[in-house]
């Protein structure tokens, strides 16, 4: 009796295999293919990777190991960002504009520019575009770099009835602003103070507007107010010319000590890691 | 990395110099080992059981490893993100400075 049940549903998984190939896939049902294709070539081109060596050819065969991955992906974002203009407002459609946008490479790739313009164009004003806005907010720090993202953030901003939605996108226009002001630090541009001053009245306006809201960058990620105290305080305390708070703590050994011991010396404070 | 910083160590061994660490490595036993290896004999804050989400970390918004600050003897920031060449550059020039008997 096993015996034959076995058999008549090993037939019916044959059968519904078969069927499934002779079925059109459903475009959620396409988009899952996708996201495992890119896992799947993910995983190949990293072990592909670790087996090239150290011989004289080796970066040689970095560079065309990276380049075929790449072209791999990019073809991947495509078809994805096809699923998302074939019918943009669906959930297989923005699940295919989500996750091409939380994928920092797809930014530089045509299929990243048509992604940001999908999604301004038709879920600018949604509760559910908060985590592509974040993301698009991590990645495009230069406020130059991507006028689609760009478009994008301001959309958002303008049209979103979401609080927290619309503090994703605040929150990327004062990254923007504090990487200006560290940019002409490092330059030593005469209008880095004046930057500097315009990046810390960014934080503080979106520390009182959107302190609250969550950073929708991926789960427990703290509050919008959490991460505007700590640029402040960066900005307010670690630039040049300011006097370095001081640290107390303890050395590898438990040894309690600050850097205030040092004061007197030239010191060079080191944030490393041996991984 | 570590070359080029135990060469500024020892070259400014008679020096009012100090390169203080903020590591972040979790596993204490492990960075020991690491450390006798690699011969980093300088002093370090451990930034604690959390790694990098330590307190030391968060406090300065280090969001890179290694962030770099290079302080005056009066304690002003001067230099950041400074490494090889530009590091000792920066250095050399703060003991200059204490040295010509800037105040």
Redo the contacts between chains.
């Keep these: 009796m096993t015996h034959t049940r076995a058999a008549v549903a090993a037939l019916l998984v044959v059968a519904a295999a078969v069927a499934a190939d002779d079925k059109p896939k459903s475009p959620a049902e396409r988009l899952e293919a996708i996201k495992k294709e890119q896992k799947d070539a993910e995983a190949a081109y990293f072990k592909a990777t670790r087996s090239v060596g150290e011989g004289p050819d080796a970066q040689k065969k970095y560079e065309e190991l990276y380049k075929a991955f790449d072209k791999g992906q990019a073809d991947r974002f495509a078809a994805a960002v096809e699923i998302a203009k074939a019918d943009p407002k669906s959930d297989a459609g923005f699940g295919a504009l989500e996750w091409v946008l939380t994928i920092p490479r797809a930014y530089y790739q045509p299929a990243g520019k048509a992604a940001l313009e999908l999604t301004a164009e038709h879920h600018a004003a949604s509760p559910k575009v908060g985590k592509i806005v974040a993301w698009a907010g991590a990645i495009l720090r230069d406020e130059t770099s991507n006028p689609a993202g760009q478009a994008l953030l301001k959309a958002v901003a303008e049209k979103n009835p979401d609080k927290a939605v619309r503090g994703q996108a605040h929150l990327a226009f004062a990254t923007q602003a504090k990487v200006k002001a560290d940019r002409a630090?490092?330059q030593k541009a005469a209008n880095a103070d004046k930057l500097a001053g315009e990046a810390e009245r960014a934080f503080e306006a979106i520390l009182k507007d959107y302190g609250d809201s969550p950073r929708l960058i991926r789960e427990n990620s703290g509050t919008i107010g959490e991460l505007a105290k700590?640029?402040l305080?960066?900005l307010r305390n670690?630039?040049?010319?300011?006097?370095?708070?001081d640290?107390e703590?303890?050395?590898?050994d438990g040894a309690k000590?600050k850097?205030?011991d040092?004061?007197?010396?030239?010191?060079?404070?080191?944030?490393?890691?041996?991984? | 990395m570590y070359p080029h910083e135990r060469s500024l160590v020892k070259r400014l061994a008679d020096k009012p110099f100090a390169l203080i660490g903020v590591n972040s490595d979790t596993d204490k036993e492990k960075l020991k080992k690491r450390m006798a290896e690699e011969r980093i004999t300088w002093r370090s804050f451990w930034n604690g059981p959390k790694g990098t989400d330590g307190p030391i970390s968060k406090a300065w918004n280090v969001r890179g490893w290694p962030t770099i600050y290079v302080l005056d003897h009066k304690g002003v920031i001067r230099f950041k993100d400074v490494r090889e060449q530009q590091m000792d550059e920066a250095v050399d020039q703060l003991l200059k400075e204490m040295e010509g008997g800037k105040k």
């Design positions: 630090e490092y700590q640029e305080f960066e670690l630039r040049i010319g300011k006097v370095a708070p640290i703590g303890e050395d590898l000590f850097l205030s040092y004061r007197g010396k030239v010191v060079v404070i080191d944030f490393w890691g041996d991984w």
